[in-house]
């Protein structure tokens, strides 16, 4: 079965780091691109940047460009969103989907809720 | 970064309506525009990709149109699943944007 199985809820503090996951399974990894989309509470969708886990390569939204890093583990098939420092402002629903040739996201996992706060 | 913008941002309708969502792109995208179908709780869904192919499983109530700038997101008669948010995404360039919704609420 194709599918995208995300690691679990986190609640972390305010300068804390954290890496979630996404592992892919029933197709092959390295060939699609994989996209890791922002939902923050009451808000819509953003994309935050994309990978491709054949060689790693990268694409950052400006709006993310230092504030997370996207890495991917062809190995294990996994995806991965890390971030150094969380603030409260990072507070969201994150979601990794599979890119396409059409560049539409027509799988996606089940969202990771990531809270920080004190 | 391109900028997508639906309208309207919400609507009520009420079930057997056809119901029009529209979607501008900042710039000519050509036919690289999806529409995503939102539910609480729930991961997004792809209904149509590059303007007006329909996903595989997706209900034909659902259909897409449009070129360039300025594409459109129809319902032909509303079911009481279709009750979500709605999304456009451009995949013509990366960051590959979405707009800001459209959330279709019973009336």
């Known amino acids: 079965e194709l599918q995208l199985v995300q690691s679990g809820t986190e609640e972390k503090k305010p300068g804390e780091s954290l890496r979630i996951s996404c592992q892919a399974s029933?197709?092959?990894?390295?060939?699609?691109?994989i996209a890791w989309v922002r939902q923050m509470p009451g808000k819509g969708l953003e994309c935050m940047g994309i990978?491709?886990?054949?060689?790693?390569?990268?694409r950052y939204s400006p709006s993310f460009q230092g504030q997370v890093t996207i890495s991917a583990d062809k190995s294990v098939a996994t995806a991965y969103l890390h971030w150094n420092r969380l603030r409260a402002s990072d507070s969201a629903i994150y979601y990794c989907?599979?890119?396409?040739?059409?560049?539409?996201?027509?799988?996606w996992g089940q969202g990771t809720t990531v809270t920080v706060s004190s | 970064d391109m900028q997508m913008t639906q309208s309207p941002s919400s609507l009520s309708a009420s079930v057997g309506d056809r119901v029009t969502i529209t979607c501008r792109a900042s710039?000519?995208?050509?036919?690289?525009l999806n529409w995503y179908q939102h539910k609480p709780g729930k991961a997004p869904k792809l209904l149509i990709y590059?303007?007006?192919k329909l996903q595989s499983g997706v209900t034909s109530r659902f259909s897409g149109s449009g070129y360039g700038t300025d594409f459109t997101l129809t319902i032909s008669s509303l079911q009481p699943e279709d009750f979500a948010t709605y999304y456009c995404?451009?995949?013509?360039?990366?960051?590959?944007?979405f707009g800001q919704g459209t959330k279709v609420e019973i009336k």
């Open positions: 989907a599979r890119m396409t040739g059409d560049n539409g996201l027509d799988v």
């Open positions: 029933g197709y092959r990894f390295p060939n699609y691109w």
């Open positions: 990978i491709y886990p054949g060689d790693s390569e990268t």
């Open positions: 710039q000519n995208i050509q036919i690289w």
């Open positions: 590059t303007s007006s």
């Open positions: 995404q451009q995949g013509y360039t990366s960051p590959y944007t």
